[in-house]
């Protein structure tokens, strides 16, 4: 298992760590992209979801170049900062190839979800059909999820300001997501979002995906040490624990 990034006694550091090979190959594949979409407008109008053109045109390469596309400067460094700040030690846990696997399947589930979506027969829906969707978000939002079953109780910093716990933020984020997607959401394609969310929380169900064992493994050992911390059971060697114990759990 790999351990933690720890930096320097002397440096000063934000964040997580520094970029893997991987993240860097992502970030860079949206930064590609985004001045591909500055240069050559075209490229939106080819790459981003348009659901009526996948499903009547058959254009299914949309359901996963859209999430290489963003609709400004600010909206590709939000979301890149946020690829950064959750994947990377997700990434660290599974593995490059399982990390890559999942962020990939819930940015093209969270399009499939929306594609079915907009063929409802509701106004909202139909507005949806025509629209043309751009942004890492879906992705984005599994891998909050997933973050938030493997630290739930770490803090995030809500609009920079309110310290609350991850789990809660995530819980926040898809009742906004959702109550959202089911009203005028401004150009904002919450029921990506929301696709993002459900397919992430579906691979992390799979019995052979390692990130489901990952998530509950950190999951039941959160939850073991509130049990031994309420009981007070201690674990661990001689001079562990209590004084004078062995190796051994003491009750």
Known sequence: MARPYAPSRSSISFGPGPLSSTLQILIGANVALFLAQTLLPDVTVALGLTPARVVRQFEVWQLGSYMFLH???GHLVFNMLALW???TELERRWGARDFVRFYLGCGVGAAVITVLFAQLPLDIARALDGARIIGASGAIYGLLLAYA?????RSI???FVFPVPVRIFVLLLGAMAFFFSLTDNGGV???THLGGLLVGYLLLR???FRPLSEAKYWYLRWKMHRVRKKFDVYEGGRGQGRPGGWN???H
């Not at 079953?149 to 109780?153: A, E, N």
């Open 71 to 73: 609709a400004g400067i």
């Open 85 to 87: 700040m959750f994947g």
């Open 149 to 153: 079953l493997t630290f739930p109780d």
């Open 157 to 159: 910093y809500m609009y």
């Open 189 to 191: 394609a919450n029921m």
């Open 206 to 208: 799979g019995s052979r």
């Open 248 to 250: 051994s759990r003491v």
